[in-house]
């Protein structure tokens, strides 16, 4: 049972250290599960319930982060209001369809879009302007958006903070740190309706996941604020060397069959 399980105290420690990089990765460009799910199975969990931990210390973190930016008024959820409830909506049927959905299809095209994602962010010119916060937001392509990326972060995760930074910037007129903002908070809606599933069916590990939950909101509190800080000229490079990294894992894992 995973209240019952066990996890020796070394092992403990490197999962909770890799949690807390990932919390200050996840908060700053997203990719954070790039780290965390391949430290799960690599310590011995079954892929179930390396989901459903992970999606318990992923819900640390991407509350921490969400809120920082929610404070320093780079997010404001009233302009979001649609995305907020589409990403709940599609993280639950994702969450839902986790256990039997094929998704091989998918692994092998995984890859190629991520990879687009940092040639987009490589050639595209960086927005340095401020931005109005008064400017409307479309909220018609929330629905998509949040429904598609929030089914995605369901099923699977790793890459959605990456996802949606994208998405946002291509969809809106963001800048690289309000963009930012908005995917933290869609990652913790999304975290937090998929952990609910994986409650219900029984797939967490409880001790283990709020561990690394605590390591990962302390890595995602300080990434948080070095983003706020350095701004957009800091978020780009580890922004494309995140999305980089994400391509060569799924690329190696999924086209090559490498663990």
């Known amino acids: 049972m995973p209240l019952d399980l066990i996890v020796?105290?070394?092992t403990l420690l490197i999962l909770a250290l890799v949690?807390?990089?990932?919390?200050?990765?996840?908060?700053?460009?997203g990719g954070g599960g790039l780290l965390t799910i391949p430290a799960l199975l690599t310590a011995g969990?079954?892929?179930?319930?390396?989901?459903?931990t992970n999606k318990l210390c992923a819900t640390f973190g991407s509350a921490t982060a969400s809120f920082t930016f929610y404070r320093r008024k780079l997010?404001?959820?009233?302009?979001?209001?649609?995305a907020l409830v589409a990403t709940g909506i599609g993280a639950l049927l994702g969450a839902t369809?986790?256990?039997?959905?094929?998704?091989?299809w998918l692994n092998q095209f995984l890859p190629v879009?991520?990879?687009?994602c940092g040639l987009y962010l490589l050639f595209s010119r960086t927005p340095t302007a401020p931005v109005n916060v008064e400017a409307p937001i479309a909220r018609g392509r929330q629905w998509p958006q949040g429904l598609g990326l929030g089914f995605y972060d369901g099923v699977a995760g790793?890459?959605?903070?990456?996802?949606w930074t994208v998405s946002s910037l291509l969809l809106y007129p963001l800048d690289l740190l309000r963009a930012s903002g908005v995917a933290r908070s869609m990652n913790f809606i999304s975290n937090a309706a998929a952990l609910a599933v994986f409650i219900v069916s029984g797939q967490?590990?409880?001790?283990?996941?709020i561990s690394m939950g605590l390591a990962l909101m302390a890595g995602a509190f300080l990434g948080a604020h070095t983003a706020i800080h350095g701004g957009a000229k800091f978020i780009r490079p580890v922004f494309i060397l995140v999305v980089l990294a994400l391509t060569a894992r799924l690329a190696w894992q999924h086209w090559f069959g490498m663990a």
């Open 97 to 104: 369809l986790a256990h039997w959905l094929p998704a091989a």
């Open 75 to 82: 997010f404001d959820p009233g302009q979001w209001r649609n």
């Open 204 to 209: 967490v590990a409880w001790a283990l996941g």
């Open 8 to 10: 020796d105290p070394l």
């Open 158 to 163: 790793p890459g959605t903070g990456a996802f």
């Open 113 to 116: 879009v991520v990879f687009a």
């Open 19 to 29: 949690a807390f990089l990932a919390g200050f990765i996840d908060a700053i460009a």
């Open 45 to 52: 969990l079954p892929p179930h319930l390396v989901l459903g």
